[in-house]
C-alpha cells in the first residue's frame, strides 16, 4: 500500500496505532513480571525505602518553605534515620558525616548568626546518623522494629494532617494538602510493605 494511501485511511493508522500500544502493554507486562521473578519482592521494597525516604525528606523540606503546616516535622528525622536507604546512610555514617556534624557544630558554637534557623533539622539528622550506637544504628534500623518506628511516625503523622485539614476530603482539596497527603501516605506505604514482605 503505497504512503500516501496509508495517510488517508485514518482506520489503518488506527488499527497499527493500536497494535503498537498493545505489544507495548505485552512487552512492559512482561518487563514486570521478569523483574518481580528476578528480584522478587525485595526490589519492590528496596524502591519504596527511596520513595518514603524522598517524601520525608521533602515533607522537610516544604515545611521549611513558606507552606508552613502543623505537621510535627521534627517526627520526620528519626523517620527518616530508620528509612534512609543503606547507601546514604552508610555515607552520613562515615567520614563525610563526620565532617559535616563538625562543621555543622563549630557553625553554631561559634557563628550562631550565622547558622539558620532550617538547617537544625537536616544537621539533628547527620548528628545523629553520626553519634548513633550500633545497637540502633545496626540491629534497630535493620530489622522489624525500625519498620515499627517509621508505621507508627506514619501513621501518626497522616492522622494529624487528616485532622488539621478538616477531613479526609479537604486533605486532598486544599491547595497544600495534596502533596502533603500523598508525601504522608508514602511514608506510610513502605513499613507497611516492608513488615509483610
Given at each position: 500500500?503505497?504512503?500516501k494511501?496509508?495517510?488517508?485511511?485514518?482506520?489503518?493508522?488506527?488499527?497499527?496505532i493500536?497494535?503498537?500500544?498493545?505489544?507495548l502493554?505485552?512487552?512492559?507486562?512482561?518487563?514486570?513480571?521478569?523483574?518481580?521473578?528476578?528480584?522478587?519482592?525485595g526490589?519492590?521494597?528496596?524502591?519504596?525505602?527511596?520513595?518514603?525516604?524522598?517524601?520525608?525528606?521533602?515533607?522537610?523540606?516544604?515545611?521549611?518553605?513558606?507552606?508552613?503546616?502543623?505537621?510535627?516535622t521534627?517526627?520526620?528525622?528519626?523517620y527518616?534515620?530508620?528509612?534512609?536507604?543503606?547507601?546514604?546512610?552508610?555515607?552520613?555514617?562515615?567520614?563525610?558525616?563526620?565532617?559535616?556534624?563538625?562543621?555543622?557544630?563549630?557553625?553554631?558554637?561559634?557563628?550562631?548568626?550565622?547558622?539558620?534557623?532550617y538547617?537544625?533539622?537536616?544537621?539533628?539528622?547527620?548528628?545523629?546518623?553520626?553519634?548513633?550506637?550500633?545497637?540502633?544504628?545496626?540491629?534497630?534500623?535493620?530489622?522489624?522494629?525500625?519498620?515499627?518506628?517509621c508505621?507508627g511516625?506514619?501513621?501518626?503523622?497522616?492522622?494529624?494532617?487528616?485532622?488539621?485539614?478538616?477531613?479526609?476530603?479537604?486533605?486532598?482539596?486544599?491547595?497544600?494538602g495534596?502533596?502533603?497527603?500523598?508525601?504522608?501516605?508514602c511514608?506510610?506505604?513502605?513499613?507497611v510493605?516492608?513488615?509483610?514482605?
Amino acid at each position: 500500500m503505497p504512503m500516501k494511501s496509508l495517510r488517508n485511511d485514518h482506520g489503518t493508522l488506527k488499527a497499527m496505532i493500536g497494535s503498537d500500544f498493545n505489544e507495548l502493554t505485552i512487552a512492559a507486562k512482561n518487563l514486570a513480571t521478569h523483574a518481580f521473578t528476578l528480584t522478587g519482592l525485595g526490589f519492590g521494597t528496596s524502591v519504596l525505602e527511596w520513595v518514603a525516604s524522598i517524601a520525608a525528606i521533602y515533607l522537610l523540606v516544604l515545611d521549611r518553605t513558606n507552606w508552613k503546616t502543623n505537621m510535627l516535622t521534627s517526627l520526620l528525622i528519626p523517620y527518616i534515620f530508620f528509612s534512609l536507604p543503606s547507601l546514604i546512610f552508610g555515607i552520613f555514617r562515615g567520614e563525610i558525616g563526620k565532617w559535616i556534624a563538625f562543621v555543622a557544630v563549630v557553625v553554631q558554637l561559634f557563628f550562631p548568626k550565622h547558622a539558620r534557623e532550617y538547617l537544625e533539622l537536616p544537621v539533628a539528622l547527620v548528628l545523629l546518623a553520626v553519634v548513633a550506637p550500633n545497637l540502633i544504628a545496626g540491629t534497630f534500623r535493620d530489622s522489624w522494629i525500625g519498620l515499627a518506628i517509621c508505621l507508627g511516625i506514619g501513621c501518626y503523622l497522616l492522622q494529624e494532617h487528616i485532622r488539621a485539614s478538616g477531613g479526609f476530603r479537604n486533605a486532598f482539596t486544599k491547595a497544600n494538602g495534596i502533596s502533603n497527603t500523598v508525601g504522608i501516605i508514602c511514608l506510610v506505604v513502605f513499613p507497611v510493605w516492608a513488615l509483610i514482605f
